[in-house]
């Protein structure tokens, strides 16, 4: 079983719809998750991150945690063409810990 | 300048070469890291340095030696590489080595190896 898992996709979402994506993780000691956003030939931005169960807006973004199901999901609302590339969860058993990536799930946005 | 940068951006070279990536922060961070990213698999860590003393070496063959003389330098030195090395590699810098999570990513150096 990988660490972390993602649906490698692609997400095909029309554009001003929501995007949503979907990551689970394996070690239950894990206690900070991450959303990462990679452009094509471009190196990853950090776009959310979210430490305790519930959910976490920021602008168009939506982070949400449940540890006892062990998933962590991110809403793209209102999905622009500039949201197309591939999103990487990212999680982290401790503060300090090695960071783990899933493989990312790529979206593609069509007007 | 701004942000992480990593030089060169571009590297080829034989499997007896010598050579180092360059990784420079300009954000005031005191860990530094080094990360890999292949094809068709999730980016690994290869090592952490926090206040330039190094804290994670994740199982990376010798061939791959890092360095960092200060919090704002990091280097990789690389020598009798093999073709499945061939990779992007990044270099990335948080605050702390305690929000290791929340990485500032340079646009990376893409390597081939003959």
């Known amino acids: 079983q990988k660490e972390v898992e993602q649906n490698s996709g692609p997400l095909s979402v029309p554009e001003g719809a929501i995007a949503s994506l979907n990551c689970t993780y394996s070690?239950?000691?894990?206690?900070?998750f991450f959303w990462y956003r990679q452009y094509s030939g471009k190196s990853p931005e950090l776009i959310m991150f979210?430490?305790?169960?519930g959910d976490k807006e920021d602008g168009r973004f939506t982070a949400q945690l449940n540890k006892a199901s062990q998933y962590v999901s991110l809403l793209i609302r209102d999905s622009q063409p500039s949201d197309s590339a591939t999103y990487l969860c990212?999680?982290?058993?401790?503060?300090?810990?090695?960071?783990?990536f899933g493989g990312g799930t790529r979206v593609l946005v069509k007007p | 300048e701004t942000g992480v940068t990593q030089t060169p951006r571009h590297l080829v070279m034989g499997m007896t070469n010598k050579k180092s990536l360059k990784c420079e922060q300009h954000?005031?961070?005191?860990?530094m890291y080094w990360y890999k990213q292949s094809a068709k698999k999730p980016l690994e860590l290869m090592f952490v340095?926090?206040?330039?003393?190094?804290?994670e070496n994740n199982s990376v063959p010798s061939r791959f030696s890092p360095e960092c003389p200060n919090s704002s330098h990091l280097f990789l030195h690389l020598h009798t590489l093999q073709p499945e090395d061939s990779a992007l590699y990044l270099c990335?810098?948080?605050?702390?080595?305690?929000?290791?999570?929340?990485?500032?990513f340079g646009e990376g150096s893409r390597l081939t190896v003959l």
């Open positions: 990335a810098s948080s605050p702390s080595y305690r929000l290791s999570g929340e990485l500032f």
């Open positions: 070690d239950r000691g894990s206690q900070s």
């Open positions: 979210i430490y305790s169960n």
């Open positions: 990212a999680v982290n058993k401790a503060a300090g810990n090695k960071l783990t």
């Open positions: 954000l005031g961070h005191n860990a």
């Open positions: 340095y926090s206040l330039e003393e190094r804290v």
